[in-house]
Nanobody, 125 residues
């Protein structure tokens, strides 16, 4: 049984930082690209970014480019999302996801095979 578990969310002030983790089990982690998406109440799920199976390639959504960084440690079956310079509009539930699709499709929600339950990030103004 595949399980993705996010952690590290919380309440932070504008300009602050958080690092989210996504611990994976039940799958061959090194064969999957890992993505991060976020969803605010009443809004569609938004692509944050993804990282290739080996970590050599990353892709970011326009709204987080230059502020967020995705990394992974295949020895720990864990992906990370480092979030800096946080803004109130970054407030959302953040979900990690696993996929075998090509990089040019990483932005698409439907391309991911497995999803975590999410961790809440709230940025106060």
């Amino acid at each position: 049984q595949v399980e993705l578990v996010e952690s590290g969310g919380g309440l932070v002030q504008t300009g602050g930082s958080l690092r989210l983790s996504c611990a994976a089990s039940g799958l061959n982690f090194g064969l999957y690209a890992m993505g991060w998406f976020r969803q605010a109440p009443g809004k569609d799920r938004e692509f944050v970014g993804s990282i290739s199976w080996g970590g050599s390639s990353t892709l970011y959504g326009d709204s987080v480019k230059g502020r967020f960084t995705i990394s992974r440690d295949n020895t720990k079956n864990t992906a990370y999302l480092q979030m800096n310079s946080l803004k109130p509009e970054d407030t959302a539930a953040y979900h990690c996801a696993a996929t075998r699709i090509r990089m040019d499709n990483w932005r698409h929600v439907n391309g991911y095979d497995y999803w975590g339950q999410g961790t809440q990030v709230t940025v106060s103004s």
